[in-house]
């Protein structure tokens, strides 16, 4: 089974900042990667599928980049409504998630 | 618009089973596959299984086979899951998920 390792678990950050998640992959996924966010009592939503393609409606501040066993998940202006978990998905060999990265204000 | 409706909140006691279920809308059922996910306070989401809506064919995660049984029903373009055994580690969250659209989850507590 394809182990993900997301880093950091919690992450403190002000508006405008650039914000970096990553996720290591225990294999080569190939590209196979998706990204999501999850505010409190809410499902999680799809923000960036296969590495890098950002899903309709979701803002421009957004990115996913990466590749074989390394990818990362870029806010490029932290916003207040970003307050969420963010999780990572393998979808290259089943199917497995990132235990999230908390992100909060400073 | 796709929506994915799912059931409401279940109480249930240890050893019973439960199905929940995932109403669809806005898209063709037969032609896309439904995951269904755990998610347990403090724990990763761990994938249970997905189902083809055209012909009901399933894939199961290791972990959930004679735990979890997934089914449609083409006509009501709705998706089900059957729990069975149920404990407390069944006690979470799910939801049905199809492509980047997620259902609003189903909250199933286990206790007696």
């Known amino acids: 089974d394809i182990q993900m390792t997301q880093s950091p678990s919690f992450l403190s950050a002000t508006v405008g900042d650039r914000v970096t998640i990553n996720c290591k992959a225990s294999?080569?996924?190939?590209?196979?990667l998706n990204w999501y966010q999850q505010k409190l009592g809410e499902a999680p939503k799809r923000l960036i599928y296969?590495?890098?393609s950002l899903q309709t409606g979701i803002p421009s501040r957004f990115s996913g980049s990466g590749s074989g066993t390394d990818y990362t998940l870029t806010i490029s202006s932290l916003q207040p409504e970003d307050v969420a978990t963010y999780f990572c998905?393998?979808?290259?060999?089943?199917?497995?998630f990132g235990a999230g990265t908390k992100l909060e204000l400073k | 618009e796709v929506q994915l409706q799912q059931s409401g909140a279940e109480l249930v006691k240890p050893g019973a089973s439960v199905k929940l279920s995932c109403k669809t809308s806005?898209?063709?059922?037969?032609?896309?596959?439904m995951s269904w996910l755990k998610q347990m306070p403090g724990q990763n989401i761990e994938w249970i299984g997905n189902?083809?809506?055209?012909?009901?064919?399933?894939g199961y995660n290791q972990k959930f086979k004679g735990k979890a049984t997934l089914t449609v029903d083409k006509s009501s373009s709705t998706a089900y899951m059957d729990l069975s055994s149920l404990t407390s580690e069944d006690s979470a969250v799910y939801f049905c998920?199809?492509?980047?659209?997620w259902g609003q989850g189903t909250l199933v507590t286990v206790s007696s």
């Open positions: 998920a199809m492509g980047g659209y």
């Open positions: 806005g898209y063709t059922f037969s032609n896309y596959y």
């Open positions: 189902i083809y809506g055209g012909n009901g064919g399933t």
């Open positions: 294999q080569n996924i190939n590209k196979y």
């Open positions: 296969n590495t890098n």
């Open positions: 998905l393998q979808h290259n060999s089943g199917y497995t």
